[in-house]
């Protein structure tokens, strides 16, 4: 969490210093020789750019400050977590050993009763009897057993109480694990709350500038593809998320393919690399590379998980049912992945074969991203238990995706 407000905190100085490069820019069209309509879009665009980075660095400020405030709640929450399991710990071990010692303690306590029972008879019997020359418990045997039973007893009652105080604490602390547990859900649903109005507004989409036709291109916007280019990414992108709700209804139904595979010239995975998470995969595995010395031939297996922080994003995508953010992404969450290095280009650049793999289950698909390094993880949605009771009929039965593609990886 330190890292992601670093992060955060770090981005919001860029973009601050970058509002103040690009104002330092503007200053200079006072007395600039460039002038007519591309010089005048020009300006016009640069105090667009300015105004949203000030903007932006300050909404990024605000989500540091929130993340800051998350972090020390989560702390106090995890710290009352983590003293709520030792005591348990505790009340368990004592528990255990009382319940050894109660049983144990009843036991010789029916035996000693049997014994003075069986002892009493014998004394109670006639005086023709006992004068027989046959040889019984005396008098004497009789006080020693009820000596003994008396010792027992205090036993018992001893042995009774610390099961019963070893039991309380037990209880205490499974009751002070779900206030933090309600502590930590209330706070992180704030949290994300505050983070999405916070961040909201942060990234500003520019309109396109068009028609510089004395000093500029007449035909293309300043940023961005041009229509046809956007044509074919949106069509890219529909395709991407088309097999993602594909997936979605053979999950839901049980019924259709159970495994899906995806390589590198599909939209699914084009769109896929594209994501934050598969960027992050690929950074580590370069990182992975270089410190190995991996060469042609050499590969290795890694993991990337899902964090909490990913949560609000990939919401709002599965919201908007992928018109915002990365719907393959979303859908695949955490995935591990094997990399092969395949050889190099004319440039020396590593070419790598990666194959990620991905199982959606009804765990996956509720689990809390990060939340199996928590207290007691890992934590699902709440539509955790409705959806395995729904597995008994068939619905959401495990599908697997795989999705193959080569990287280009710097050799240094």
Request: aromatic share 6%.
């Amino acid at each position: 969490m330190r890292t992601l407000r670093s992060l955060v905190d770090a981005e919001a100085e860029r973009l601050r210093c970058q509002a103040e490069s690009v104002s330092a820019v503007l200053g200079t069209f006072a007395d600039a020789h460039w002038t007519g309509k591309a010089a005048d879009g020009f300006e016009s665009r640069l105090r667009e750019v300015s105004e949203a980075a000030r903007v932006a660095s300050a909404r990024h400020g605000q989500a540091a400050f929130a993340l800051h405030v998350w972090s020390s709640r989560l702390q106090s929450v995890q710290e009352a977590a983590d003293a709520a399991l030792r005591v348990a710990q505790e009340a368990e071990e004592d528990l255990a050993l009382a319940q050894a010692s109660v049983g144990s303690l009843m036991g010789e306590h029916a035996a000693l009763m049997a014994t003075l029972r069986s002892i009493e008879a014998a004394l109670s019997a006639n005086a023709d009897s006992r004068r027989s020359g046959m040889h019984g418990p005396s008098d004497a045997d009789l006080m020693v057993a009820r000596r003994r039973a008396d010792d027992v007893d205090a036993e018992l009652a001893t042995a009774r109480f610390v099961l019963n105080d070893a039991q309380e604490r037990l209880d205490a602390a499974r009751a002070r694990a779900r206030e933090a547990q309600e502590e930590f859900e209330a706070g992180e649903t704030h949290f994300i709350r505050e983070l999405e109005e916070t961040l909201d507004g942060a990234v500003v989409t520019f309109r396109a500038v068009n028609a510089i036709h004395d000093s500029g291109p007449a035909s293309r916007s300043v940023q961005g593809p041009n229509d046809r280019e956007l044509t074919e990414i949106r069509g890219l992108i529909g395709e991407a998320n088309d097999s993602v709700w594909e997936m979605v209804q053979a999950w839901v139904s049980g019924e259709g393919a159970r495994e899906y595979a995806f390589g590198e010239h599909d939209a699914f995975t084009k769109v896929f690399r594209k994501s934050a998470s598969a960027r992050q995969a690929m950074k580590e595995m370069t990182e992975n590379i270089r410190a190995n010395g991996h060469g042609p031939g050499d590969g290795d297996e890694l993991r990337f998980d899902a964090k909490a922080s990913d949560l609000p994003r990939d919401a709002r995508t599965i919201a908007t049912l992928g018109a915002e953010g990365n719907l393959p992404e979303a859908f695949v969450g955490s995935f591990g992945y094997t990399y092969t290095v395949l050889g190099t280009d004319p440039l020396g650049n590593f070419r790598v074969r990666v194959h990620a793999t991905n199982v959606t289950t009804v765990e996956s698909g509720t689990r809390i991203p990060g939340s199996g390094e928590w207290p007691g993880g890992p934590y699902h949605l709440p539509p955790y238990s409705k959806l395995k009771k729904l597995q008994e009929s068939g619905q959401y039965a495990d599908i697997s995706q795989e999705i193959t593609w080569v990287e280009v990886v710097p050799a240094r």
